[in-house]
């Protein structure tokens, strides 16, 4: 069983084992709760995906509208996005938008990544990198701290 918070609506949506949850639908407003990209979040928004997601990791990429490097990492993140879910949902946080968020992570460069599981910050990294990085280094993260 994983459950993941809508996008669109808060709601949190449970997913049975053995179903894709990429296919879920969420039971409250009906629009897809994996939504194949990167979920721009709000500092409360943030919090709820962090108390509602559970049985997969959310991965947060800390960006700002003036940071050269965090806009050419975008579309590999959304890249990411793609091969990641269902086992991880994206989310990204810009910290000129919501610096409280931001400061409360402790980011001190971008763009910054912090991948979280059970609400916990589990590991972090800063720095632009490709999709195919970003890719690796969620997995073998996740996989150093199931072991
Ligand atoms: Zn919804």
Known sequence: MTQFVCPSCGA???????????????GKCHQTVLTGGPVEVTGAELQAHRAGTKGAALLLDVWAPWCGPCKSMAPQFAAAARELEPDVRLLKLNSDAEPAAASALGVSGIPALFLIRDGKVIAQTAGAMPASQIVNWTRQTLAKAAA
Not at 12 to 26: F, L, S, T, Y
């Open 12 to 26: 949190g949506n449970r997913v049975p084992e053995g179903r894709d949850a990429r296919q879920a639908k969420c």
